[in-house]
Nanobody
Framework: VQLQASGGGLVQTGASLRLSCVASGLTVRNYDMAWFRQESGKEREFVGSIRQSGSGGRIYYADSVKGRFTISRDNAKNTVSLQMNSLKSGDTAVYYC??????????????????WGQGTLVTVSS
């Protein structure tokens, strides 16, 4: 299994970025696919996730990104994306995609995901 995240970069406050996570070795619609981020020196935190199709495909977001970030899944491309709008300096972090099959109460827990991408750095300058 491999998750390849891409799309990070350096942008100014208020700009947009789109991250992509291409999966190989697993089918994204059969897994919960999540995005986490980690600032230097801090713990990895939940950004958002999309439930596997069998669980309805519902999408969840952290309060800090709700209304600005959008997760989508392209089953044909076996890809999950994170559209990030109105970026703030506080969004600066390494962003990771992850795959797993967590119970609903554990979707925000990093331990619920067994597969991780390598991370892509997003830097938002003010």
């Amino acid at each position: 299994v491999q998750l390849q995240a891409s799309g990070g970069g350096l942008v100014q406050t208020g700009a947009s970025l789109r991250l992509s996570c291409v999966a190989s070795g697993l089918t994204v619609r059969n897994y919960d696919m999540a995005w986490f981020r980690q600032e230097s020196g801090k713990e990895r935190e939940f950004v958002g996730s999309i439930r596997q199709s069998g669980s309805g495909g519902r999408i969840y977001y952290a309060d800090s990104v709700k209304g600005r970030f959008t997760i989508s899944r392209d089953n044909a491309k076996n890809t999950v994306s994170l559209q990030m709008n109105s970026l703030k300096s506080g969004d600066t972090a390494v962003y990771y995609c992850a795959a797993g099959r967590p119970p609903l109460g554990s979707i925000r827990d990093t331990r619920s995901y067994g597969y991780w991408g390598q991370g892509t750095l997003v830097t938002v300058s003010s």
